[in-house]
Structures are given as structure tokens and as C-alpha cells.
């Protein structure tokens, strides 16, 4: 079972440059989330989707825009990458406020 | 504004010995609570998840309790091992909303 799936698992990226960060989940899932993860900081709630068709905004989302793109897929774009988004990126998904699951995340720089 | 803190950050034990791991949330109106691990590198892997209407989840080695009018959850490991050295985070799903918010984490070491 696949479960949460990223993509890509690294990046480099330069300062202003875009990137997209994928998600997928196949366990029919309502819910997924977009976290990053900083050294001394936690897990940070980026962007959310409780259902499909719909997305909200988490504690920093600055800089960041989702799509929910069907039921399955949940995408976090970076439309002018900066140093300050240096992170470990991750998706998660679950029942509505059920238990939640993780993909591997996605490790970005930005130079 | 739901808070969720874990001390402490760190911590080091003997192997074979039992330990609490504390999570601590500032607002009661909670709708579950979930415990997770994360190796170094990888994603977190959920252990065990508290409902509000429950006390504590029980898995294996691992006993989680939760005390809304106190604010406090515990992870109960025990007979702790090696292969439990990992980071152990704790988050709070606060009531009307479809978030979680995390604390920390608490960086376990066990010494063989």
C-alpha cells in the first residue's frame, strides 16, 4: 500500500524560482494537509483541504497557494522561492479530523 | 489559540526502563489527540490516536492517556529498547476545526 506519496523527495532551487510539490494519497480520504517542518520549530500547518473542492489557509501561509486537485491529489506551489522557505515539507491526509498519516516529505533549498 | 507543548526535549534512559513522555495543550476543547514517531530523515508514523470521549489508547508497549480538564496527555513506553530511540510528537485537534496542531517533540534516546 502506497499510502501518502510526495514528489519530488529533494530540490534545489534559486531564490525566485517556482516549483510545485505533489501529493497523493489512496486511502479516500476527505482531508489532507500540507506541513513544514523547521529545526526547533515543529510541524507548521501551511494550507489545508477538509473536503474536496475546498482549501484553507494554516498558521504560515505566506508565500505559498494550493490546488485540491481531485480527491486524490493535493498540490503546494511556490510561486517566488526565498531562502526562508528552506524546509522539510509534508502532506498528510485523513478521515475528517481522524487519524492522520504522513508521506516521507519533500526536502527543499532554496539558495 | 491552541498551543501544544512537549517537555522535555530531550531525553536519555537505560534500556529496559519505563518512561513518560508528557504533551501539554492550553485550550481543553479538544477532538482527539494523536501521538506519532519520526526517525531521523523519514516521515511520522502514528502510534496511537485518543478520541475525546476516551481516556487512553493502549498498543503493544505503548499506553497514551488523556486528561482534557488538565491539559495533558502522556505516552507510557514500556520496557523501553534501543529501536525506541526516535523523536515522539504529540498533536491536538482542537474542536470545530479539521486541523492538528503539533508540539515539538521530545528527542528519545535509549542506551543499550
Known amino acids: 500500500n502506497a499510502g501518502v506519496t510526495q514528489t519530488p523527495k529533494f530540490q534545489v532551487l534559486k531564490t525566485g524560482q517556482s516549483m510545485t510539490l505533489q501529493c497523493a494519497q489512496d486511502m479516500n480520504h476527505n482531508s489532507m494537509y500540507w506541513y513544514r517542518q523547521d529545526p526547533g520549530m515543529g510541524l507548521r500547518l501551511i494550507y489545508y483541504s477538509a473536503s474536496e473542492g475546498t482549501t484553507d489557509k494554516g498558521e504560515v501561509p505566506n508565500g505559498y497557494n494550493v490546488s485540491r486537485l481531485n480527491k486524490r491529489e493535493f498540490s503546494l506551489r511556490l510561486e517566488s522561492a526565498a531562502p526562508s522557505q528552506t524546509s522539510v515539507y509534508f502532506c498528510?491526509?485523513?478521515?475528517?479530523?481522524?487519524?492522520?498519516?504522513f508521506g516521507e516529505g519533500s526536502r527543499l533549498t532554496v539558495l | 489559540k491552541q498551543e501544544v507543548t512537549q517537555i522535555p526535549a530531550a531525553l536519555s534512559v537505560p534500556e529496559g526502563e519505563n518512561l513518560v513522555l508528557n504533551c501539554s495543550f492550553t485550550d481543553s476543547a479538544i477532538y482527539n489527540l494523536q501521538w506519532f514517531r519520526q526517525d531521523p530523515g523519514k516521515g511520522l508514523t502514528s502510534l496511537l490516536l485518543i478520541q475525546s470521549s476516551q481516556r487512553e489508547q493502549t498498543s503493544g508497549r505503548l499506553n497514551a492517556s488523556l486528561d482534557k480538564s488538565s491539559g495533558r496527555s502522556t505516552l507510557y513506553i514500556a520496557a523501553s529498547q534501543p529501536g525506541d530511540s526516535a523523536t515522539y510528537l504529540c498533536?491536538?485537534?482542537?474542536?470545530?476545526?479539521?486541523?492538528?496542531?503539533f508540539g515539538t517533540g521530545t528527542r528519545l534516546k535509549v542506551l543499550a
Open positions: 498533536a491536538a485537534s482542537p474542536s470545530g476545526t479539521y486541523k492538528y496542531i
Open positions: 498528510a491526509s485523513s478521515e475528517v479530523v481522524g487519524e492522520l498519516f
